[in-house]
């Protein structure tokens, strides 16, 4: 499935050879994973635990990266039904995982700055995986 044009420039963001924008992509993304697991919360038939799991691994994984020194927020309307209307979401989450995975294995960055990387990344893997289960049942 295909990202909507609101997502576009933040995936493409997400493989910029610039490290600060990498980063300020993947704290977007978070972000607005966060809005859309927040919005499905509540679905008649929706997993809401799993919408909870998905929205504070998103927070979580946002707190360990660097505040962006630019940007804007992304307007995300509500996902469209099914599990389908999350795939956009579920795929972006795993551009970040795979991008803070990248990251934290590149050279000049400090050990503790590679760590919180490295978690952020599981942060998203959690999110993603969580996210979608919550429209699966």
Not at 42 to 59: N, T
Not at 65 to 80: C, F, M
Request: net charge negative.
């Amino acid at each position: 499935m295909s990202l909507p044009d609101m997502l576009k420039p933040l995936d493409a963001a997400l493989d910029s050879t610039d490290r600060t924008q990498v980063m300020a992509a993947a704290w977007e993304a978070f972000a607005v994973a966060e809005q859309v697991a927040d919005a499905v919360a509540f679905d008649e038939g929706g997993d809401e635990l799993q919408a909870l799991i998905a929205a504070q691994a998103s927070a979580a994984g946002r707190s360990l990266l660097p505040l962006p020194g630019s940007g804007h927020p992304v307007d995300v309307p509500p996902p469209p039904p099914g599990a389908k209307g999350l795939a956009p979401y579920v795929e972006l989450l795993r551009h970040v995982q795979a991008t803070l995975e990248h990251a934290a294995a590149e050279p000049g960055t400090d050990e503790g700055g590679r760590a919180a990387v490295r978690e952020a990344a599981g942060k998203a893997a959690t999110a993603a995986g969580a996210l979608l289960a919550t429209r699966e049942r």
